[in-house]
């Protein structure tokens, strides 16, 4: 196993932290673009950077940011779930990255959900 540097510790010291605090309630809210291989190859990757985009830009530090693999929607693909604090988890679906940041906008900022790309609202969690 090659050695980590300096850097890949820091990265992995930030990604730990930011565990941490999603459990001690620092965020009000998540992102979570879906990257399995539908999602890649139907553009996934320029969501994750609209979105990040967005949250960068703006300063923006209680809202949490990952990804996802598969969620078993390709013709949907690409996807974003987002989840904020006391709501249930939206689902939008064939995203543009002109559409991410109306997302951004709307959802995460204003708290309207943006119903024209909205692929389900609920979660399939039980318990």
Do not use: Q
Not at 51 to 71: P, V
Not at 100 to 112: E, L
Request: charged content about 30%; aromatic content about 6%.
């Amino acid at each position: 196993m090659p050695k980590l540097t300096i850097d890949e510790l820091r990265k992995m010291r930030e990604s730990a932290k930011k565990e941490i605090y999603l459990r001690e309630g620092e965020f009000k809210g998540k992102v979570i673009v879906h990257m399995g291989t539908c999602g890649i190859a139907a553009g996934a990757r320029a969501i994750m950077s609209a979105f990040l985009d967005e949250i960068d830009n703006r300063g923006i530090t209680d809202i949490m940011f990952t990804s996802t693999g598969c969620a078993g929607l390709c013709s949907e693909e690409p996807m974003v779930t987002i989840e904020m604090e006391g709501s249930a988890p939206v689902r939008y679906g064939k995203l543009t990255p002109d559409k991410a940041k109306r997302i951004f906008d709307d959802h995460i900022i204003n708290g309207d959900v943006v119903k024209e790309f909205v692929v389900g609202i609920g979660s399939e969690r039980v318990g």
